[in-house]
């Protein structure tokens, strides 16, 4: 069975901490993709990153980082230096067979 | 930039009454899906298409109804409905080739059944 579990409900930090949002995955495929979109107080989710099984390295996209381990089936997120405008709810996301299976979400929220 | 429009962001229907859920991109994807958003349940799919006249049912397709009659529209039907469908409701669409590309995301629907 394909499954996404987010753990964290919610996240307060006040800006300027790093933050790191969690998701663990089951899939007994090889062949799969993991996704994190953000969802902010507008509604739209916006997607953030892609990462596909055979592809373990780590990625940096400025604030934003993404740990990618298939060891312990892990892919978190961590923002660096968060900002009030990381307020969203941020859902991770597993793609095995034909369709996306969303984890039920984490609502950052970023104090000034 | 892709985009992706739903006909409404908020509606309110009476319970039994038919209705329409419009989405509408402007890529040419021919993938498109209808998910369902409730508070604690994350994302669910209803249903999703990856071609024209053609429809998959999703995890929670019951209640509900599709159309893909042109590439680029995907209308949501409710057929009767229910109070236990209140909900947000939001559209999306991606190139082919499952798995491999991301999906966009319209804006949402937030559809209240009294």
């Known amino acids: 069975a394909q499954k996404v579990t987010q753990a964290q409900t919610e996240i307060s930090v006040v800006e300027k901490e790093d933050v790191t949002l969690d998701c663990v995955y089951e899939t007994r495929d090889t062949t799969y993709y993991l996704f994190w979109y953000k969802q902010p107080p507008s509604g739209e989710l916006v997607f953030l990153i892609r990462r596909n099984s055979f592809d373990e390295q780590n990625e940096i996209s400025g604030r934003y980082s993404w740990n990618f381990q298939k060891s312990t089936s892990s892919f978190n997120f961590t923002i660096t230096a968060s900002q009030v405008v990381d307020s969203a709810v941020y859902f991770c996301a597993l793609d095995a067979t034909d369709k996306l299976i969303f984890g039920t979400g984490t609502r950052l929220q970023v104090f000034p | 930039d892709v985009k992706v429009t739903q006909s409404s962001r908020y509606l309110v229907k009476r319970t039994g009454e038919k209705v329409f859920l419009e989405c509408v991109q402007d890529?040419?994807?021919?993938?498109m899906f209808w998910y369902r958003q409730d508070p604690g349940l994350g994302l669910r799919l209803i249903y999703f298409?990856?071609?024209?006249?053609?429809?998959e049912k999703g995890d929670i397709p019951e209640g509900y109804s599709v159309s893909r009659e042109k590439k680029e529209r995907f209308s949501l039907i409710l057929e009767s409905a229910s109070t236990n469908q209140t909900s947000m409701y939001l559209c999306?669409?991606?190139?082919?080739?499952?798995?491999?590309?991301?999906?966009?995301f319209g804006p949402g629907t937030r559809l209240t059944v009294t």
């Open positions: 298409s990856y071609d024209v006249k053609m429809k």
């Open positions: 890529m040419d994807h021919e993938n």
């Open positions: 999306a669409s991606s190139l082919p080739d499952r798995g491999s590309y991301e999906q966009y």
